[in-house]
């Protein structure tokens, strides 16, 4: 039942809107109010709706459905990388020299194509001596002479936007996970629906007649108060509510973790977005031919090209250590080593060039220093990945450092994030050595956070730091997303207006 009150209450929209779905049998989209009547923005009908939806007068019904576009027109027209793959070791006589394919199709390309040959079973790589080949296989000849669904997918695409509902959704991951082929949007349809309450509102007579909401001087002084309705307010009725201004979610976050670091007696340090290879990853010990310089991983700059190295007493050392191990009791990568390849200018992929940059101005202890800072790396966007993101980083060298006072900081810094349970299990990283990653127990199952070790000798040698330096790199965007229970990395960035009012201040 409709109480008089609320009758009383309706505004002049709110009063059209039932008496328009009255008009339509009363239910109707926003767009077809809109089309049959007098309402000049939807905007207008969806806020009427709202309220009227908090009087329980109207029920505002949602779908969703996600609507795939082609965002890359050469994929049709040009072929999948696979399929120009398949035709030119077809025309080789069902088997190529992947050099050949590389110089065929780009060295980029043919890793992709590569890659979905092996995944469809198209394609096997074999060995002839030195070389590497790809052979068709029965599955890749049959292949030649038909299309494959991802392609069928994609030809219709080319035609218009297709509903999640219109195609396998296995086919649909697949070609969202391969970076800008398909372009993926929500769709969201409303539908407004009369209550008992709304229906009843209408049969007891809704008169539409202009009503005033604010007393002006103009009335007053003039007397033609006297002469006007005014709308009636119920105090009773829904408000939405009010929200504070306040910083962003991920920035307090990163002031909690600043103010715990500088409270274990840490002090914070930074270095430049842009910096060599040399310093990226030669002097972390990482080989020049190690899969993490390529391309498919590091963002590398065409201008600059490259960084002069201007320490050549360090980049000696360096050479060395990384040829035949130096003076450290290793031996080395082995090889050659290129000065070249190491002066190449890149967006660093890690905030350890930081620490170790520190490291070299200052090889002494007591050494306590942390950085939460941002690092590049070529990732396609996915819900657990970004080219972009933060770094949790940190060493502290010391007379009497060892590995338990490593475990001890870490576990120091995530009681006091606030997880109670943490553990950590071996693990390899170029540059340290014991290597561990950290776990935290979370929602009833334990996450991966991040990796420590103790730095090799081979990466404090040419500073000479002769004590052990406890490191650490630790994963800020996924601390966020335990911290708030979220599970895709990229709500953290698309700063949605409803999440950021919700957002609690710690």
Not at 46 to 73: C, H, P, V, Y
Request: aromatic fraction near 8%; charge should be negative; hydrophobic fraction near 40%.
């Amino acid at each position: 039942m409709c109480p008089p009150s609320v009758l009383d209450g309706l505004s002049h929209n709110e009063k059209r809107l039932l008496l328009e779905l009255d008009k339509e049998g009363g239910r109707a989209s926003p767009a077809r109010i809109l089309e049959a009547s007098d309402f000049g923005l939807e905007v207008e009908i969806m806020n009427s709706a709202s309220w009227l939806q908090s009087k329980g007068l109207l029920r505002i019904e949602e779908s969703s459905e996600r609507i795939f576009t082609l965002g890359d027109r050469s994929a049709v027209e040009e072929g999948l990388p696979e399929r120009r793959a398949l035709k030119a070791i077809d025309e080789a006589g069902g088997e190529m020299d992947m050099n050949r394919l590389s110089e065929l199709l780009g060295a980029e390309e043919v890793k992709v194509a590569v890659g979905w040959l092996k995944r469809k079973g198209l394609a096997d790589i074999v060995r002839d001596g030195d070389a590497k080949k790809l052979r068709l296989t029965a599955a890749g000849r049959e292949a030649l002479g038909r299309t494959m669904e991802d392609e069928e997918l994609l030809a219709r695409m080319a035609e218009g936007p297709l509903s999640e509902r219109d195609a396998p959704a296995a086919l649909l991951k697949d070609l969202s996970g391969r970076g800008g082929l398909v372009r993926e949007e929500v769709s969201i349809s409303r539908v407004l629906q009369l209550t008992p309450a709304g229906e009843e509102a209408v049969r007891a007579g809704i008169e539409l007649k202009e009503e005033l909401v604010q007393l002006t001087p103009e009335l007053l002084q003039t007397g033609r108060w006297r002469e006007k309705d005014f709308r009636r307010y119920d105090v009773s009725t829904f408000a939405p509510a009010l929200h504070p201004a306040k910083r962003h979610p991920l920035t307090r976050l990163g002031d909690r973790i600043r103010s715990i670091f500088v409270q274990m007696g840490f002090a914070e340090i930074e270095e430049e977005y842009v910096q060599s290879a040399f310093w990226n990853m030669d002097v972390l010990f990482t080989p020049q031919d190690h899969p993490a310089r390529d391309l498919h991983d590091t963002f590398y700059l065409e201008d600059p090209a490259s960084v002069e190295l201007e320490d050549k007493e360090l980049v000696e050392k360096v050479r060395r250590i990384h040829i035949d191990g130096g003076d450290t009791g290793s031996a080395g990568w082995g090889g050659e080593w290129s000065e070249g390849t190491a002066a190449k200018a890149l967006l660093r992929t890690h905030t350890t060039v930081n620490t170790i940059k520190h490291l070299s101005k200052n090889p002494d202890p007591p050494i306590k220093v942390f950085s939460l800072a941002r690092l590049h790396r070529n990732e396609a966007i996915d819900a657990t990945h970004l080219p972009e993101f933060t770094q949790i980083e940190g060493i502290v060298v010391d007379e009497n450092g060892s590995f338990d006072m490593l475990v001890s900081i870490l576990q120091e810094f995530y009681r006091r994030m606030g997880f109670e349970e943490m553990r950590i299990r071996p693990a390899y990283f170029p540059y340290t050595e014991p290597s561990l990653e950290v776990e935290v127990f979370f929602n009833g199952r334990w996450m991966e956070l991040g990796g420590a070790g103790i730095f090799r000798p081979e990466v404090v040698a040419p500073f000479g730091v002769k004590h052990p330096v406890l490191a650490w790199g630790l994963g800020f965007e996924r601390l966020a997303m335990l911290t708030w229970d979220i599970k895709d990395i990229r709500d953290l960035y698309v700063s949605d207006i409803d999440m950021l009012r919700r957002s609690t201040v710690f």
